[in-house]
């Protein structure tokens, strides 16, 4: 088994139906950009019910028909917040309670030990959580996740990955194994995928290989270490 194996993003996602939500996080292989991107997958007309909509650095989620809103609890977030040099993704409202915790002078950690999963029985969804720090030119970020201790939802089980950024690698973290009733939650440390240069290479490998029935949105963007600058692309099924 080689440990540090990279895979490919389409050979993750492109034979497995549902992953839910998803996480990516790493650096181009041209060591300029940092790249962050994140999806969400839905198979109830509730969770289909969305569109990404950007709100200057902010990325937020809105229902794509108000009127067709079941449960607004658990669908409707911002799953993107920038504070100074820090971008925040999250696939739950704990964007928020991470946000508020940094401008305290807080830690990441410090606010999702006061979060837990989704109180979604049986599947327990968990929240996953990212962070990335483009304080210096080479960047860290960490990667969370919160999910039930077993199948009753007794207890909540919190781990933190911690990465130094290296050229051409990411870090991909998603809420599920695969579909199932209930659906498994996702199991060991993030995948290790590869970051291309082209934000338009990147998005399209993950957009054409999730799967056709269950993908709502994306949003994929890389942030010049130089210069700050801030690439963005979304799209939205709906």
């Given at each position: 088994?080689?440990?540090?194996?990279?895979?490919?993003?389409?050979?993750?996602?492109?034979?497995?139906?549902?992953?839910?939500?998803?996480?990516?996080?790493?650096?181009?292989?041209?060591?300029?950009?940092?790249?962050?991107?994140?999806?969400?997958?839905?198979?109830?007309?509730?969770?289909?019910?969305?569109?990404?909509?950007?709100?200057?650095?902010?990325?937020?989620i809105y229902p794509f028909d108000k009127e067709k809103v079941e449960d607004p609890s658990l669908i409707i977030y911002s799953p993107i917040k920038v504070l100074e040099k820090q971008t925040i993704v999250t696939n739950g409202d704990q964007t928020d309670t991470i946000y508020k915790y940094l401008k305290q002078g807080k830690t990441f950690e410090q606010a999702l030990e006061t979060r837990e999963f989704e109180p979604d029985a049986p599947n327990y969804t968990p929240r996953i959580s990212g962070i990335v720090d483009t304080t210096k030119n080479e960047f860290t970020y960490k990667m969370s996740i919160l999910k039930s201790a077993d199948e009753f939802g007794t207890k909540c089980n919190r781990y933190t990955f911690s990465y130094n950024s290296l050229p051409g690698i990411g870090h991909f973290i998603h809420t599920y194994m695969c579909d199932g009733n209930p659906i498994p939650t996702f199991q060991g440390e993030p995948e290790r995928i590869e970051i291309p240069n082209e934000i338009e290479t990147f998005t399209n490998e993950i957009w054409s290989n999730l799967n056709e029935q269950n993908k709502i949105s994306l949003y994929v963007r890389y942030i010049d270490l130089q210069t700050g600058k801030i690439e963005n692309r979304l799209i939205n099924k709906n």
């Open positions: 088994m080689n440990i540090y194996e990279t895979k490919q993003i389409k050979d993750i996602l492109k034979n497995n139906s549902y992953v839910g939500r998803g996480i990516i996080i790493g650096k181009t292989k041209d060591d300029k950009n940092a790249v962050i991107a994140y999806f969400i997958m839905g198979r109830s007309k509730n969770s289909q019910n969305r569109i990404f909509v950007e709100n200057g650095e902010e990325v937020v």
